[in-house]
């Protein structure tokens, strides 16, 4: 196992805890959810986007899941720069999107959870060499994905852990908008100390 864990934890697998691409069946009038690669944010908790189309357009020759399932991107340069999602707030309940994608459905697991592993450096550090195929088009097996060691807590560790991500997310949030502004009242201030430097010099001129 690539690193320890606490005993009341256990190594398990996406495969044993969750539906590895699940297929929907529904009726082709039903309006669905479809998700391009652009439409998938590398940044934790930033909710996918779609287009809302017939299930009949999109059932065929695209990947697909369900609302909760945890969709990874498979290909590079995607892969390496953490795109992946929990699929929330789809139409009908179910959607379709690019084909460059790895889907679970998660069984008594918090999907959030899960997306939390997948976005984890060592997940996705370790998988990089185990890519295949040619450059620019390199993709990350199914079988690492679905087999790769998945650390399991028990159900009430994994929301605490959860919530313990999202309240350091925000807390990052937070500190990204004060430095933004720090920065920002850093550069007027450098420009009106630099007005009234070089004020003198500029009425000479004139």
């Given amino acids: 196992m690539p690193f320890s864990i606490p005993s009341n934890w256990d190594w398990s697998q996406l495969a044993e805890i969750g539906f590895i691409s699940p297929r929907n069946a529904a009726s082709d009038d039903l309006l669905a959810s479809f998700v391009p690669m652009p439409k998938i944010s590398a940044d934790y908790g930033a909710p996918n ?99 790769s060691p998945f650390p399991l807590p028990p159900l009430a560790e994994q929301h605490r852990i959860v919530a313990k991500v999202d309240e350091l997310m925000t807390l990052c949030d937070q500190l990204e908008t004060q430095l933004n502004t720090t920065e920002t009242d850093s550069r007027r201030l450098l420009e009106a100390v630099l007005h009234e430097a070089l004020a003198p010099a500029l009425g000479k001129v004139a």
């Avoid at 357009?57 to 695209?62: A, M, T």
């Avoid at 990947?63 to 707030?89: M, Q, Y």
């Avoid at 460059?100 to 998660?106: A, K, N, Y």
């Fill in 49 to 147: 986007q779609h287009q809302i189309r017939s299930w009949g357009e999109i059932k065929s020759g695209y990947t697909h899941f369900a609302e909760g399932d945890v969709g990874l991107a498979k290909i590079t340069p995607c892969f390496e720069n953490s795109k992946s999602t929990v699929f929330r707030a789809l139409a009908g309940g179910i959607g379709a999107g690019t084909t460059e994608l790895h889907i679970v459905g998660p069984i008594f697991v918090n999907a959030d959870y899960v997306l939390i592993f997948l976005k984890c450096p060592h997940f996705i550090e370790s998988g990089i060499p185990k890519m295949t195929g040619t450059a620019g088009q390199k993709r990350v097996p199914t079988e690492y994905f679905s087999r």
